[in-house]
């Protein structure tokens, strides 16, 4: 019951952030400066990405481009609660820490995904910049596993449409 009720609240949230334009711009911190958490009217690409029980995000490597926004569709086919968590990789260490002191810890931000076993969802990022952002699953253990993963965003090239 726990787990229905936090993916509802997840779900829920998804829904308000979605519903306010500027929602992202309220969360500086929570992403790199290269992007924000995007809105579903502006995805331009969708990105699949699995998670297994064998701490891997396949793929791990995502190249996308400056000015997209990806929706990542993220389906987890362990047998483990997972998650995508968006991040420079500091913050992702950061936060890696965090958990392995209080594993209970339950947040729902715009820059993660949460996803049950067996179960897929979504996160939409805005690429405003070039450069190289990094993800990881911040379960307790699964970074430290090598959970982990980089997304590249190749700049716009000037003078095109
Ligand atoms: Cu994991």
Known sequence: MKTSASLLFAAALAIAGAAHADAGHHHADSGAAIGQ????????????????????????NIQVKQ???????????GQLKHEMVIGSAAQLAEHAALMRKMPEMEHEDPNQVTVAPGQSDELVWQFDHAGTLDFACLEPGHYEAGMVGKIVAAPAKAGAN
């Open 37 to 60: 958490p995007g809105l579903m009217v502006d995805v331009t690409r969708t990105v699949k990405i699995e998670m297994g029980d064998n701490m891997r995000f396949t793929p791990a």
């Open 67 to 77: 000015g997209e926004t990806v929706r990542f569709l993220v389906s987890n086919s």
